[in-house]
């Protein structure tokens, strides 16, 4: 139950990214909140709900997006699983590993993205503009990060409370 009422979180997160997300630009970076959603996830709920968010919340910006179809669901995938091989350190409250981590998680997320364009035959940014957006987008993900693992958190709870009334 918890995980599809975040697959549809997902969604809604995923449409905003891609819609509505220019508008939040800062300094040439913009939030990933898909990214943000699925390592929160992920840390929350380990490996496996990690790995599985991320091929959802993928899938969907692959629906939203003008990239080949399966990139973002491969790389988020992958980053939802490693993320949550963490969940124990990161859930002890070092809000200092939850920074690094997105900030991590940020440079890996662009980094394989234009590689795998390079890889598919698309045009590749100069190092200087993938730096550019790349510098303040991390540092907004780091800055967001503690916020979307709360909500997260609270939102597990809650329906977590409601699976319990169910079993009552």
Not at 6 to 27: F, K, P, Q
Not at 133 to 144: D, K, S
Not at 149 to 160: E, H, I, M, T, Y
């Amino acid at each position: 139950m918890s995980l599809l009422v975040y697959a549809a979180v997902l969604a809604i997160g995923a449409m905003a990214e891609s819609t509505i997300g220019h508008w939040l630009e800062v300094g040439g970076g913009r939030v990933n909140w898909v990214l943000l959603m699925v390592m929160a996830w992920g840390l929350l709920r380990g490996v496996q709900e990690g790995a599985l968010t991320g091929l959802i919340g993928g899938f969907t910006l692959d629906l939203v997006s003008g990239t080949p179809l399966g990139l973002y669901a491969v790389l988020l995938t992958a980053i939802g699983a490693c993320v949550a091989l963490g969940e124990s350190a990161l859930l002890g409250g070092s809000m200092g590993l939850l920074f690094g981590l997105a900030v991590l998680a940020t440079v890996a997320y662009h980094g394989l993205t234009a590689l795998a364009l390079q890889v598919l035959g698309w045009g590749m940014p100069s190092f200087a503009r993938l730096i550019q957006v790349l510098a303040p987008t991390a540092l907004l993900n780091a800055i967001l990060m503690p916020f979307v693992f709360l909500l997260a958190r609270r939102l597990l709870r809650a329906l977590s409370g409601w699976r319990r009334l169910e079993l009552e």
